[in-house]
């Protein structure tokens, strides 16, 4: 089972080399993007040269379809790779996983084939995931994105323009759906992607002016496909319990709670399964304790 780690990263390198040297196996590549708005230097200094670092780098904005160029520059480069991976993982620089590297190699080999990337129809209000994220334009970063916001509003009020966006006059048949960012897919699933961005340059553009497309793009893509039917939710865990707009650090609670779960499952919303990573691992002492907790699960390995 080969596997290539897609990673998005702006912050926080020690951290990242944290996370490359627990994800580190024969079976592995990871592939980084380090947004292009940072200095690359400190994370080309602290992680080992088996990693590769992504020429292309697209500077990066919270929301934004940049966060969606990134993934699919990640996984050009991955499928391009002279190694065949049976699956390609999504994650950030601040996750970390939950599992051994031969544990996460072996659940891949048990569910091969399945789809991991969290999905529901839109609007879900359970999911917090408006129709408004489509209707609505979003001016892109940047002084032109600004303008075109801010024209389209002023001329919308006038009546001059409609205020909502018909997205049925872009997707036709297409169903939209959302969830989280992260994924896990097979690599045939995602050479369906590639060619489905390729083939429908009118959709792709539409969602360059949607409020975070990168919970709606891949979903809405495969949710509308043959590999539907082998969907499942996502393995990363995410703790939304405070609200807000980004989950929770990882801290001390979380720790005792994945101590006490060894084979750590949710059901909700996006169905239940078993997760493999957790994010937002910000603090070095935090990542610390989980390798120790994963080494005392595989003492010799």
């Known amino acids: ?8 990263a702006h912050r926080h390198p020690e951290q990242l080399s944290r996370l490359v040297h627990q994800l580190r196996s024969p079976n592995v590549d990871m592939f980084v993007h380090i947004d292009a708005q940072v200095d690359i230097d400190p994370f080309l200094r602290v992680v080992g040269s088996d990693v590769q670092f992504l020429a292309k780098r697209i500077p990066i904005y919270w929301g934004d379809y940049s966060l969606i160029s990134a993934a699919l520059v990640l996984m050009e480069a991955a499928l391009a790779a002279p190694r065949r991976y049976d699956y390609l993982v999504l994650i950030s620089g601040a996750d970390y996983p939950l599992r051994s590297t031969t544990e996460i ?40 994105g600004w303008c075109s916001g801010k024209g ?17 006059k872009y997707f036709g048949e297409l169903t939209p759906y959302a969830g989280n960012q992260w994924w896990a897919l097979t690599r045939d699933a995602c050479i369906y992607v590639q060619k489905f961005v390729a083939d429908n340059p009118r959709i792709m553009k539409f969602y360059e002016n949607t409020h975070v497309p990168d919970e ?19 393995l990363t865990y ?22 006490a779960n060894p084979r750590l499952r949710i059901d909700g919303i996006y169905g239940a399964g078993e997760l493999l990573f ?20 595989n003492p010799g390995r």
């Not at 709606?216 to 996502?234: D, E, H, K, Y």
């Open 278 to 297: 957790c994010r937002k691992v910000m603090d070095t002492t935090i990542s610390d304790q989980l390798a120790v907790m994963i080494q005392q699960r």
């Open 1 to 8: 089972m080969n596997i290539a780690y897609l990673i998005l």
């Open 216 to 234: 709606m793009v891949f979903q809405t893509i495969l949710a509308n496909s043959p590999f539907r039917p082998n969907m499942r939710r996502s």
């Open 105 to 144: 190699e072996s659940f891949f080999i048990e569910n091969n084939g399945i789809q991991f990337i969290d999905s529901v129809a839109m609007p879900s209000e359970a999911a917090a995931k408006p129709l408004s994220r489509l209707t609505t334009y979003k001016g892109r970063p940047g002084p032109l």
């Open 238 to 259: 995410s703790d939304w319990s405070r609200g807000g707009a980004n989950p929770s650090e990882i801290g001390e609670r979380h720790i005792a709670m994945f101590r």
């Open 152 to 168: 389209r509003r002023l001329f919308g009020g006038l009546g001059l323009m409609e205020k909502g966006r018909d997205y049925k």
